[in-house]
């Protein structure tokens, strides 16, 4: 079953503005929220995470929002560049399976300038 | 501080073969896990090594195995290979559990 769902496959954004994408997942066991961009034939960059017992992190551009009670989380880019063009992935995990992530189908975002 | 290296970049096996891949982890972490990227199944996780030790494995089929050394590096072999193994395999290094970095994959071609 698809635990961690990322249901926008794409996103056009304008330069300057705000990008948000976002996740959803069923199970509550999840502790740790973690967000990737992704470049075709590479390897996935870590960008933020989030632990399940806080509802906000912000990093530079980026900030991760928890809802626990929806089981919702999203990830805000602002302001979005050409650069954070990319595939962008939601994972999570739970501590009783160690370091195993799950992870969302991916949401593609251009950034027009 | 070097990140997570992979090797080889690139592999082309045919069908019956078996293939072995390497995984540097970041200095100091003891967690490496693999996963698959298919365009079908998107990122699979394979299996998780923790100071030599499986800790946790996905849903593959048993030719797909893997170790860990005592400095963490680790290998992932797949044998009798199949033309759905075609994929690119991702190792992630982790220090602490909600950071988790990526090598650059190796991509596998299985003709």
């Known amino acids: 079953d698809q635990q961690v769902k990322q249901n926008s496959p794409s996103l056009s954004v304008q330069e300057g503005r705000i990008s948000i994408l976002n996740c959803d997942y069923t199970?509550?066991?999840?502790?740790?929220f973690l967000w990737y961009k992704k470049y075709p034939a590479e390897g996935p960059t870590f960008l933020i995470s989030i632990s399940s017992i806080k509802d906000k992190n912000e990093d530079g551009r980026f900030t991760v929002f928890l809802n626990k009670s929806a089981k919702h989380l999203s990830l805000h880019i602002v302001p979005s560049q050409p650069g954070d063009s990319a595939v962008y992935f939601c994972?999570?995990?739970?501590?009783?399976?160690?370091?195993?992530?799950?992870f969302g189908a991916g949401t593609i975002l251009r950034v027009k300038s | 501080k070097a990140g997570v290296t992979q090797t080889p970049r690139y592999l082309i096996k045919t069908r019956g073969q078996q293939v072995t891949l390497s995984c540097s982890p970041i200095s100091g972490h003891r967690s490496v896990s693999w996963y698959q990227q298919t365009p079908g199944q998107g990122l699979q996780f394979l299996f998780e090594?923790?100071?030599?030790?499986?800790?946790n494995k996905g849903n593959f089929p048993g030719r797909f195995s893997g170790r860990q050394f005592s400095n963490s590096r680790s290998e992932m072999n797949v044998s009798t290979l199949e033309l759905g193994d075609s994929a690119l395999y991702l190792c992630?290094?982790?220090?602490?559990?909600?950071?988790?970095?990526f090598g650059p994959g190796t991509r596998l071609t299985v003709l």
């Open positions: 090594y923790f100071s030599e030790t499986q800790r």
């Open positions: 199970n509550s066991m999840f502790d740790y």
């Open positions: 994972a999570a995990s739970a501590r009783e399976y160690g370091n195993k992530l799950v």
């Open positions: 992630a290094s982790s220090g602490t559990p909600d950071t988790q970095y």
